[in-house]
């Protein structure tokens, strides 16, 4: 079985700064996918980013970048210039490549919280 | 607009009342799933449906049945609620591995 772990249940960053956020898993497959998600206070599940577990380089989508550090099973989260819309919980989620149905195993998550 | 469309988007039920949650996508996704959110536990796996006609259980699977009624819609029901069903949930469906589209959740709660 997977395992998802996030340590962190609360983070607080300022407004431009940069803050990062942690997550490792446990899991015996070695093809899969590794997302962070996004739920603001309208409750809403939205991706921030995704990376396949068979591609080296970490993925980015603008201000948001992850370090993804196979062989210590470490998936972590950097937001660039913290903004105030970035304030909510981020859940790390695995899944692996096998099976006809892709389930997602998530962590407990992280509430972040943006200051001016 | 494309997506997954879930109903009711609050729900209050007494102790023993029974109901069933809706859920329909629109972006001829093969599986489907239902994920309950509770304080401190992220989101976990309660029923899913790799393609229509098959359901199988999750992690907690208890106190819920589910039906893949076609490839569209994919229901939760709740037999007999109990407060420890308290939560938030969630329908969600993918195709392969590289894509979930999320619906907007339920709130139920169970007095």
């Known amino acids: 079985a997977q395992t998802v772990t996030q340590s962190q249940p609360e983070m607080s960053v300022q407004e431009a700064e940069t803050v990062t956020l942690s997550c490792t898993y446990d899991?015996?497959?070695?093809?899969?996918?590794l997302f962070w998600y996004k739920q603001p206070p309208s409750r809403q599940m939205i991706l921030v980013i995704r990376?396949?577990?068979?591609?080296?380089q970490n993925a980015t989508e603008n201000r948001f970048s992850v370090n993804f550090q196979k062989a210590a099973k470490s998936f972590s989260l950097k937001i660039s210039d913290s903004q105030l819309g970035d304030t909510a919980m981020y859940f790390c989620?695995?899944?692996?490549?096998?099976?006809?149905?892709?389930?997602?195993?998530f962590g407990t998550g992280t509430r972040l919280q943006v200051t001016l | 607009n494309a997506g997954v469309t879930q109903t009711p988007k609050f729900q209050v039920l007494k102790t023993g009342q029974s109901m069933t949650l809706q859920c329909a996508q629109d972006m001829n996704h093969n599986s489907m799933y239902w994920y309950r959110q509770d304080p401190g536990m992220g989101l976990r796996l309660i029923y899913y449906s790799a393609s229509e006609g098959t359901t199988d259980k999750g992690e907690v699977p208890n106190g819920y049945n589910v039906s893949r009624l076609n490839k569209r819609e994919f229901s939760l029901r709740l037999e007999s609620a109990a407060p420890s069903q308290t939560s938030v949930y969630f329908c969600a469906s993918s195709f392969q591995s590289r894509g979930y589209t999320f619906g907007s959740g339920t709130r139920l709660t169970v007095v």
């Open positions: 989620a695995f899944t692996p490549l096998t099976g006809t149905a892709s389930k997602l195993t």
């Open positions: 990376q396949e577990a068979y591609k080296q």
């Open positions: 899991t015996s497959e070695s093809n899969y996918y």
